[in-house]
């Protein structure tokens, strides 16, 4: 069985579906939203398990009123989940979610607090044993130490970079696979020839930009090629970017080949966007 290590943020999404998005100073009634576990490295580990993978997750969510709905995803997508403020009072990353009928969502949401809490990251690569690391970038605190010590141990770093963030030039020295979207837009870049420039600073040999519906564009010390996304009929968006993510990291374990990996991967995210929410489609997986 595969074995990865997901770090990174976890979310409780509430999601409102609607036909169109309303204007300024409307009142929408819509259907009772459906409440979701979401955040990039949540939903990249809940990917990696469905594809029979070994998941195992870092983050933060605390001692409060919501743990209990954080924990039973968590046993239902098989995903073993180590939460670094177990015991502490901390309020969770909220996002509401709007999605209208064609499958375009708008998210409101925000940061999550600073982390107090300490992680050996020698102790529990030992104890986990993984085979690759992917990182979303947040939770600096303890991110940058794991995939520090990830690339000591020759262990494969992923990077899902979704926004720009101020730390990341801390991170990025360990990163062996970019994978960016659209929306990552480092200092003084514009273009995604810009971006791929300003990744090479940190000798990352693998590079990719999703954007959307459109082709992955990918970049390695070999290449630049591109990467058709499947046509599918589109009912939700929401979290596909953290699946192929999460399926990457399966299918370069199992393929060992960056593109045919991407390739996989565009694949599999497609498909979740033929489903409601972020966990229909489990439903329906093979």
Known sequence: MKRALFLGLATLDIQYYVDVFPGSNVKIKSAPPEFFVGGPATNAAVAFAALNGDANLVTAIGDNSFKSVFSGDFERCHVNCLD???????????????????????????HPEKLKAKLDSKKLLDEINPE??????????????????????NIPVVFDGGSWKSHLPELLP?????????????PKTETPEDVF???????????????????ILCQSSVQASSIDIPKVEVLDTLGAGDFLHGAFCYYLLSQQNFE???????LFASNTCLYRGTRDWLINQS
């Open 197 to 215: 420039a300003f990744l090479d600073q940190y000798k990352i040999s693998y590079k990719a930009i999703s954007q959307g519906q459109e082709p």
């Open 132 to 153: 690759v690391v992917m990182i979303d970038g947040f939770y600096p605190e303890i991110a940058i130490d794991l995939a520090y010590e990830a690339k000591q141990r």
């Open 174 to 186: 360990f990163v062996d696979y970019a994978i960016c979207s659209s929306d990552f837009h480092p």
């Open 84 to 110: 670094v403020q177990k015991d502490q009072q901390i309020q969770p990353v909220l996002a509401t979610v709007i999605t209208s009928s064609n499958g375009d969502r708008t998210i409101f949401t925000h």
């Open 260 to 266: 045919k990996a991407l390739a996989k991967s565009a």
